[in-house]
């Protein structure tokens, strides 16, 4: 057989087969003989769906803090590291305090010595009081012990605010945790310098943690205080409340800032974690079905639509699912009747019958 001939008779073959293809195709749409099939039946309408509004968040504490010293001096003793857990008033470091210990000793010595003062200048007022309750002594004089005990009694005072002073710059000898946390940061090492703001350490408080995400100003306005709002972290899904929305926009975004609480008793989310927040919004009409109503081929997504008593499948476009429906975006018009679960026994251009 020569090559033109060859090539015929490959053309004609295919033409075949897409004929059969297409035979086959019309077959499968013809009412499918055999008994009807029961099935349940429902009708499309619209339900209200609310809006969902996704945005992105960071996880932070509750609280954060950089405990430090205003002394100048060598770190003598770190006690903690990270990952610990203190609690408030635990010693987290200490700072060399001989000098100010040397303070605070002249500072005590000062108030001896004031207060003894202090007592020889009431015995001499209750003295001069009796002489002149005799006549003993002259007004003046009596007007110069009153003066001396309170210039006495005004430099015990004194000396005291001095030893609360010095007992005050000896406690900052010691850098301790201003609340319940972990440690986060470890910023010094024993041996090192530390001087007035710097700080030693990172405290952090994660019992509850606050998600901050930056909304839409569009938005804003449906937003409520305590309203609930689900959280989406490390592969978890949580149930926060609204907590505060800052009253000022960011003037570069047009966004606002709102932070959500969250409980961490475990202590299992940490600052820094990435997070989805779902806001939710306006609600809308959509046509939306059981998710058993979905006939599903490969990537294709189908219903089975009842047309003069025969099943008839038809290709839709799905959208979001929510509490066990699934959104039609195509493909389904309102008044328009379903098969709610077909069993294996539904095909395309089945008989059926509605039971129920």
């Not at 008994?35 to 619209?46: D, F, G, H």
């Not at 000062?110 to 002594?137: I, P, V």
């Not at 009842?306 to 959104?327: F, H, I, K, M, N």
Request: proline residues 5%.
């Amino acid at each position: 057989m020569r090559p033109k001939d060859v090539g015929w008779g490959l053309l004609a073959l295919l033409a075949l087969g897409f004929a059969g293809c297409g035979d086959r195709h019309e077959q499968e749409r013809q009412p499918t003989a055999g008994p009807a099939v029961a099935v349940q039946v429902e009708t499309v309408a619209t339900s209200d769906w609310p809006e969902e509004l996704r945005v992105t968040a960071s996880v932070l504490p509750l609280r954060r803090a950089e405990p430090g010293t205003v002394l100048l001096g060598r770190v003598d003793e770190l006690l903690r590291q990270e990952g610990d857990r203190v609690r408030r008033g635990d010693v987290l470091a200490r700072v060399e305090s001989r000098e100010v210990s040397a303070r605070l000793a002249q500072a005590e010595a000062a108030l001896a010595a004031a207060q003894a003062a202090e007592r020889n200048a009431l015995l001499m007022k209750e003295r001069m009081e009796r002489l002149y309750a005799r006549q003993a002594a002259s007004k003046k004089n009596l007007d110069d012990a009153l003066a001396g005990y309170d210039t006495a009694a005004a430099h015990t005072r004194a000396a005291e605010e001095g030893v609360a002073a010095a007992r005050m710059y000896v406690s900052y000898a010691e850098v301790t945790a201003p609340f319940d946390g972990i440690v986060v940061g470890k910023l010094i090492e024993a041996g090192d310098t530390a001087s007035p703001g710097r700080p030693l350490f990172v405290i952090e408080d994660i019992s509850t943690i606050k998600i901050e995400a930056q909304v839409p100003e569009s938005v804003v306005s449906g937003l409520e205080i305590g309203q609930p709002v689900e959280v989406e972290v490390a592969g978890e899904r949580l149930e926060g409340q609204l907590a505060e929305i800052l009253p000022a926009a960011d003037p570069r975004s047009r966004t606002f800032t709102a932070r959500i609480l969250l409980e961490n008793p475990q202590r299992r989310l940490r600052s820094g974690m990435f997070a989805r927040l779902n806001l939710g919004g306006p609600g809308r009409q959509v046509i939306a079905v059981p998710e058993s109503a979905i006939v599903r081929r490969g990537p294709l997504a189908g219903i089975y639509v009842v047309s003069d008593d025969y099943a008839r499948l038809r290709w839709v476009t799905l959208g979001r699912s929510r509490d066990g429906d699934v959104e039609v975006l195509t493909g389904l018009r309102v008044g328009e009747r379903f098969i709610a679960e077909p069993g294996p026994a539904v095909k395309d251009g089945s008989r059926i019958e509605v039971s129920g």
